[in-house]
């Protein structure tokens, strides 16, 4: 039997059926080694030497980057490994970074920074509870060690739709909106994504980095938690997410295969089309104003918390999961990362519609 729920959770995310099915194939026999993929070795310098060449590539193709310039690694530890290394590595203790404030990760990356220098918080909608995209400043200074902004915030569903003017090196969480449409991924001197949302299973991260900001190192590290290390090594420091990385490899493929701009278009429709039924939908509010809407996390709320859960339930009767609002706001928010289709949002909207005339 296959899975029959549509999942609009947050992350773990939906996975598009055929990458579901080439991973279960994976298991059982690799590209017909004779082996899982959960028993190849690293070190053999066979297939998991050609699945990181292949999925290196593959990001560099997609974010239209250079191997000359830019190192591919996958990582461990999730998101906030990522908070914690990006100033270990590049905040010296006498020095400042610059955070954007615009949401629970995004202040939660600056809070890690804390512990290892200096930080200048150069905007925040922190006071509003981040239902708005605080107005980034055109003036940021050319002496912060690196700039770092979540692209898209996954719990409010806000969404950035231009690149902050910067000259300090630019550093982004893109963790919830990753080759989901199309960016100037040259902008940035590192960008990372947890892989649970638009890149693969939970248990590694992409992380881009630019090879010259590897010389910027300012302290002394384990290996584990050095870039220049992993970049080194080439990912394999340690034993890696083999199976991780080889589920990213297929989604990287399967967003090749559709191409960022047919990606980029159906994600705005069906954001489009979803926002248009909150909209017009009696019992239903988006929370986020146009302008600062995101096309991947669509939080909106019923007319009052009893009626939100009923909601979930009537979506869960409904064979459809995941539209409960992250657990620090509460609400409803629906996940519209790569792997959904617009029938998929079609069918919530058919919910959404007989949910309301069930009320009249
Ligand atoms: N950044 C963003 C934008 C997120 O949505 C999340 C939540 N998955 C994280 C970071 C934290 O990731 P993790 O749970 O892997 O630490």
């Not at 059926?17 to 026999?29: E, F, G, K, R």
């Not at 006071?127 to 107005?135: G, M, V």
């Not at 938690?225 to 970049?231: E, V």
């Amino acid at each position: 039997m296959i899975k029959d729920l549509i999942n609009f959770g947050a992350g773990p995310a939906a996975l598009a059926p055929s990458i579901l099915a080439a991973a279960a194939q994976a298991i059982v026999n690799y590209n017909n080694s004779g082996l899982s993929i959960l028993e190849i070795p690293h070190r053999d310098g066979k297939h998991f030497d050609e699945i990181l060449a292949e999925s290196k590539a593959l990001v560099l193709d997609l974010a239209g980057l250079s191997a000359d310039e830019y190192e591919v690694l996958w990582l461990q530890g999730g998101g906030r490994m990522q908070f914690a290394m990006i100033p270990m590595n590049f905040l010296a203790q006498d020095a400042t970074a610059g955070y954007i404030d615009s949401g629970f990760w995004a202040h939660d990356a600056q809070s890690h920074a804390l512990q290892y220098g200096n930080i200048e918080t150069l905007c925040s909608t922190r006071e509003s509870n981040y239902t708005s995209l605080p107005i980034v400043p055109k003036n940021i200074s050319d002496q912060l060690s690196y700039v770092h902004y979540t692209t898209n915030n996954t719990i409010y569903g806000t969404q950035f739709a231009q690149i902050p003017e910067c000259s300090s090196p630019l550093i982004a969480d893109m963790s919830s909106d990753i080759f989901s449409g199309q960016r100037d991924y040259s902008r940035y001197d590192l960008f990372y994504a947890v892989a649970q949302k638009n890149l693969g299973a939970a248990g590694v991260t992409l992380v881009v980095v630019k090879k010259n900001m590897l010389d910027k190192i300012v302290r002394k590290l384990p290996p584990i938690l050095d870039y220049k290390q992993h970049a080194l090594q080439h990912s394999v420091l340690n034993t890696p997410p083999v199976f991780g990385i080889y589920v990213s490899l297929l989604s990287l493929r399967w967003i090749q295969q559709k191409g960022i701009k047919n990606l980029a278009a159906e994600n705005n429709a069906k954001a489009e089309a979803l926002y248009k039924e909150i909209e017009r939908n009696s019992l239903l509010t988006a929370i986020v104003a146009a302008k600062n809407r995101s096309n991947m996390n669509v939080v909106f709320n019923a007319l009052n918390e009893e009626m939100e859960h009923e909601l979930i339930a009537y979506c869960n009767n409904n064979g459809i999961v995941g539209v409960k609002g992250h657990r620090s706001v509460g609400g409803l928010r629906v996940s519209l990362y790569n792997a959904i289709s617009m029938a998929q949002v079609q069918q919530l909207i058919t919910v959404l519609k007989a949910f309301e005339n069930e009320k009249k």
